[in-house]
Every structure is written in C-alpha cells, then in structure tokens.
C-alpha cells in the first residue's frame, strides 16, 4: 500500500504543519472581518472557515489552526469580528461572542476527526454535528449577557439558515478540492 503523499522528513512534516496552522488561522481571521452587522453576534463567515479548516486539515492541525488564531486574538490581535473598535484579547472573548469562539475549537476538531476520508455527504453530517457545538456552548455563554426569553432569537434564529448554506458551501467546496487533488495524483 502506497501513502497518499510522498514520505517527507520529519522537520519538513513539523514545518509543513506549522504553515498549514498558520494559513488556516489567518483564513479563519479574514472569515470573521467579513461579517454582516448584528447584534450582539454578528453574522461572520467564520463557520465557513472554520468548518472548512477543520475538515480539510484533520483533527490535529484543524484544532491547532482555531487555537492559534485564538492565541493571537487572546494576545491583543485584531483578529476578531469587530475588532478593534469593539474591544481585543481577553476581554472580547470574555464577551457575547466568548461562547461561540470556544465553540469553533471544540467543534474543529470534532468536524476534523468525523469528516475524515468522508465524501460530500459525510462532510455535511460532521459540520452539522460541529454547529451543535458551537451553538450549544455559544447559548450557554450567551445567556450571560442576554434574557432567557430573546436567548434563541438573538443567538440562534438569526445565523441558523445562513450556517445550513454556509455548511452546504464549505462541503461543496471540500468535495472540490478532494476531486481536483485526487486528478493531481
């Protein structure tokens, strides 16, 4: 049985992984600046990001790619939506948004562990099983700051359709890249 790449040296492999984690963190930064104004979430494309990420990369180097572009934000970067005009580091995270953001993390790695070797339809389950992460931990979090009674309308109702087609869209790209990788070979 041949690998599905060539064999690389173990420092090549460590560098390689460290510029995946790197792209992917930025690519998770330039998902949360496109956004579309809400409040006290605002509409990103951090799940198209982050779900994308997570599957392409795997467990590993998906979760390490959401917890770098956390430790930058955490460090004072303005990676986050928002940012800087709505605050930077700990104390954004500590916000509305807290919940969400430790969501991704959890949820990277979920996606990357269950849409490996997947096809379009497997990959859409796993970042379907990564949205209830996210949204059960950004509830959770969000209801600090907002009623019980709004919690759903503010935190949930509003992003749902967007993050089905947002899904639908990181699969569909992800079974593209698949294809044209495998013509590659």
């Not at 009623?147 to 309308?153: Q, W």
Request: charged share 5%.
């Amino acid at each position: 049985m041949t690998p599905l790449s060539p064999t690389l040296p173990r420092p090549a492999l460590l560098w390689r992984g460290m510029a995946l984690t790197l792209c992917g963190a930025a690519l998770i930064t330039l998902g949360a600046k496109i956004q579309i104004p809400f409040w006290p979430v605002p509409m990103t494309l951090h799940t198209l990001a982050v779900f994308l990420i997570a599957a392409a990369l795997g467990p590993r180097l998906g979760l390490a790619a959401m917890a770098a572009y956390l430790g930058a934000g955490a460090i004072g970067l303005p990676v986050f939506s928002g940012t800087p005009e709505r605050g930077i580091g700990l104390a954004y995270m500590a916000g509305p948004t807290g919940g969400y953001l430790a969501g991704y993390l959890l949820a990277a790695g979920l996606i990357g562990w269950l849409a490996a070797g997947r096809g379009w339809i497997g990959h859409v389950l796993a970042m379907l099983a990564g949205l209830v992460v996210v949204y059960a931990a950004g509830l959770i979090w969000l209801a600090l700051f907002v009623p019980m009674p709004k919690l759903l309308a503010t935190g949930l109702t509003p992003f749902l359709l967007g993050d089905l087609v947002k899904i639908a869209l990181a699969a569909t790209l992800l079974s593209g890249l698949n294809r044209l990788k495998a013509r590659a070979q």
